[in-house]
């Protein structure tokens, strides 16, 4: 098999730090890249990277994932999550690369309550959910080699993000709220890391083009997860649940966004673990890296 020359936009962020950790150790060689080395709004400059680094795949974890502040802020989400995705789009076309795009279950509306297949009807309910759906349109209008994976309630240790939150949260308080009303499956970024890097690394995306959706197995609430990750650290804060409408935020966010895994399972023999396993594994590496920093 020939080596292949991956760029990897948005590198700094929970995904595209666990696509580092990965591609550091391919035979095929990876750029990582993040605004500082690669702002992918600038057209041009996205266009003649691709060709000048003889691109053959594009792994696209730059994102404006901020949602509330999305409501705010829509010329910014746009323009980061569609108008750079279609520059994307572009110079792979340009380079006959393909495009991995992460894409997200806020393209899904406030109706349903059976798992969300690729092919049901999208419905965004906030800015950020449109503007990725405008990135999915936008990729399908250029017509480049594409493979778009919506995914959903990312986690890692690296940046910000809800197990992390209430890691510190749980210790620090003996109560909390958290919501039982939106329903979902959380997903550990080094799940979707290494299924992204295999397809990549058996080229197994040749010829199976299309969207996907990826979360690690199961389902729970808000809830559930909050009170899972306290139980698994021994934290012993007093854990209710509530209503999403307890909280004051400018998004209604999908009550029910639990993806159905069948097609990437099926397509590319993907093993997926279950997201109690995944989020133990998780939990692990950041008490390991507190240890160290100690
Ligand atoms: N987080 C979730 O819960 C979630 C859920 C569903 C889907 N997703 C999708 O999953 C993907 C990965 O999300 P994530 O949580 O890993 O995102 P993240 O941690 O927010 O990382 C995004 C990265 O993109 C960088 N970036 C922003 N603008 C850029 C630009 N113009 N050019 C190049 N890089 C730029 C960011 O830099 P700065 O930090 O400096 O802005 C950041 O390093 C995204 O497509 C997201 O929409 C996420």
Redesign the pocket.
Known sequence: MQSKRILV????????SEMRRLGMASPNEYIF???AE????DGAAVKSFAAENNIDVIV??????AVDKAEDDEAMAEL??AT?VRNLAEAAKEVDATLFH?????VFGAEGNTPRTEDMPTNPLGVYGRT?LHGEQAIAEVGAKAIII??????SE??N?FLKTMLRLTKERETLSVVFDQVGTP?Y?GDLAMTIFSIIEGDYYKGNEGIYHFSNEGVCSWYDFAREIATAMGHSCNINPCHSSEFSSKVTRPPYSVLDKTKIKRTFGVDIPHWRESMIYCLKRIVMQQRAEQ
């Open positions: 936009t948005g590198a700094n962020g929970q995904l595209g890249t993040d605004v690669l702002d992918i709004t696209n974890c730059a994102a404006y994932t980061i999550n750079a992460v894409s997200t279950d806020y990725k919506r995914t959903a309630w990312l986690y690296y940046g993000n997903t970024a």
